[in-house]
């Protein structure tokens, strides 16, 4: 497999120090607690040490972006279309499963990216990350989508305005239950099961 | 009707101009970029002023989101769900529509809450706001999906989950429009479409 820019094996040992260390930062104090002397704090290491790594604090945030958006990414592109099904579940299960039965390191980086979306209105360098990472994600669910309704796994529609639909779901069911106290997944995911099952009339 | 207290007539005049910096300063720096300073100097007032109407800056946040969330569900709870499938073109455009139909006010007001989500993972005054958010707008999902299903509008289904799925498809296809470069929104419309109504498969 190629060393993809998002490959965390591509960092020094020291930005992933501090890429572990902005990840924790955010999650604990969200983006307006995002200061350079406190990731640098949170790192063990000094501010000096992590000028030498990054420019400024904005380089260092994109690319904990990068590093977040990759991970998901990678593990998306890694399940297999050909059980379309199977596939659709282990993507839901990625990004909206419980904390309980999702590994740490992909729940750190679903919050980040939450984290990250709404400065993402305003800083041109994060906007262009999730604008790949959602276009990464509806590329997989369309050709997922198609496969399966190729094969009657799913019901007869338009791939493309459907692929577009479920990343929409899933991001939103992701951004909710981060940002409210309301159980919104196990909901999103009978709902997607009952849009996209031929089953879901009792037919 | 009575004045609730996201009414933004129960406000003063002072606390309206404050919270119309809060919304321009928000949208324009991000949450990150909201001090109280920038807030002062956007509404031509001294940081003395802002104190007189407000205790510090969360309570000034948390009012915008407060304002913001209330000016969408006075909106929705305004259509009348006896015509459900035009409450629900009227909801989609309210939350998805292009800026150059849907009023200022309101566009305003959507981006102010899907910038403030983010920091409402690490802020529970927020959290609570944008709970209430979207308990109000599940709600008013699910009675106008209700009555669409009795009366054969939209497709049969369980009027609980099919509103916790819409209201994670619009929200996400709104902070998805506001954090990339995508055109989701005619997609995403196209898609509700196609999952609600019964002429979707040509029958």
Redo the contacts between chains.
């Keep these: 497999m190629s060393e993809a820019p998002w490959m965390e094996a591509d960092r020094t040992v020291g930005q992933r120090e501090l890429l572990e260390a902005t990840f924790r930062v955010l ?8 200061s350079i002397g406190r990731i640098a704090a949170e790192s063990g290491r000094s501010k000096a040490t992590l000028y030498s790594h990054y420019d400024d604090r904005d380089e260092l945030v994109r690319d904990a972006l990068v590093v977040a958006t990759g991970r998901l990414t990678r593990r998306l592109e890694a399940l297999e279309t050909d059980d379309p099904a199977a596939a659709l579940d282990a993507t839901v299960e990625l990004l909206l499963g419980p904390a309980s039965t999702v590994e740490p390191s992909i729940v750190a980086a679903r ?1 980040v990216v ?10 041109d360098g ?3 990350v ?2 790949a990472f ?2 990464r994600l ?1 590329d997989y669910l369309r050709e997922c989508l198609r496969v399966g309704i190729e094969h009657g796994v799913f ?4 791939p ?3 692929a ?2 479920v ?10 239950s ?5 159980e ?1 997944a196990s ?2 995911r ?3 099961h ?2 996209l099952e031929p089953t ?2 009792g037919s």
């Design positions: 999650r604990t104090h969200g983006h307006s607690g995002l919050e939450v984290e990250l979306r709404a400065e993402a209105a305003v800083d994060l906007r262009e999730l604008t959602d276009d509806y019901e007869p529609g338009d493309a305005i459907l577009e639909h990343a929409a779901t899933l991001n939103g069911a992701l951004v909710a981060v940002s409210t106290d309301r919104v909901r999103v009978a709902g997607l009952a849009q879901r009339q």
